[in-house]
């Protein structure tokens, strides 16, 4: 099992991305923590895993909000005095015809930058502590190359996370943790998508992609894995795209 005795937090893991990632750090061995503010699910979700033999809980968590984190680090010390890995999961996409709209912009750059930026400030304190961990922050392809379609907030707070992936791997290397970025392409609607989830404007996206097809949560979760667990252990700062080979272009 590759993260057999792993303690993992995973933000936005009640759906999506997110819980094919728990279901598969549970099969891999971890005890997983879900982290989200959609509880019913959420619960759910911990209970089909742990009926399925795995391990896991749940904490509501909104990940713009400090004191959210706190309490949550507070609780990881305390039950079990370290966190292995993190992923940096949550986010919500941008989906609108108009371009400039600046609530949107404000939007995501709260959830899906200052959020990845909450979740490395206070678990790597935890990390440090016990010298060793692996953060994954998922960005997208949005933060490696400009889009016709796509909100600039949007793309701006995905080039963020990229960059800021960048910056604490450099930062926190000689500690012992290392820090990737993961990028998925075109994958199944968001809950927060509108426009995207449009069957002739998903025609317009896959056009773009060489493979002509949608990615499958599961591909993203066996990325995120391998990034987190020992197999990738000479990987740090690095982006890692699944998107069919979109950006190969």
């Not at 992923?87 to 995501?108: K, T």
Request: net charge negative.
């Amino acid at each position: 099992m590759r993260l057999k005795d792993k303690i993992s937090l995973i933000t936005g893991a009640s759906n999506g991305m997110g819980a094919a990632e728990a279901r598969l750090f549970s099969n891999e061995g971890s005890h997983v923590i879900l982290a989200d503010i959609q509880d019913d699910l959420g619960e759910r979700l911990v209970e089909e895993i742990t009926k399925s033999g795995g391990s896991a809980e749940y904490f509501n968590l909104d990940v713009t909000e400090e004191s959210n984190w706190e309490e949550l680090m507070l609780y990881l010390k305390s039950k079990f005095g370290k966190l292995d890995v993190l992923v940096n999961n949550a986010g919500i996409s941008a989906s609108s015809p108009d371009l400039l709209d600046i609530e949107i912009f404000d939007n995501v750059i709260k959830v899906n930058t200052r959020g990845v930026f909450l979740g490395m400030k206070y678990c790597l304190g935890l990390m440090l502590e016990n010298g060793a961990g692996s953060i994954v922050n998922i960005s997208s392809i949005s933060g490696l190359v400009g889009q016709s379609y796509v909100h600039m907030g949007y793309s701006g707070s995905k080039g963020a996370v990229r960059l800021m992936t960048k910056s604490a791997a450099i930062q926190y290397a000689e500690k012992g943790i290392r820090v990737n970025s993961v990028h998925p392409g075109v994958m199944p609607p968001m809950t927060t998508s509108e426009m995207t989830a449009d069957p002739e404007f998903r025609k317009i996206m896959l056009e773009d992609v060489p493979m002509r097809r949608v990615g499958l949560v599961d591909e993203v979760a066996k990325a995120v894995l391998f990034m987190a667990s020992d197999e990738s252990s000479y990987i740090t700062g690095a982006e890692l795209p699944v998107d069919g080979g979109l950006t190969a272009r």
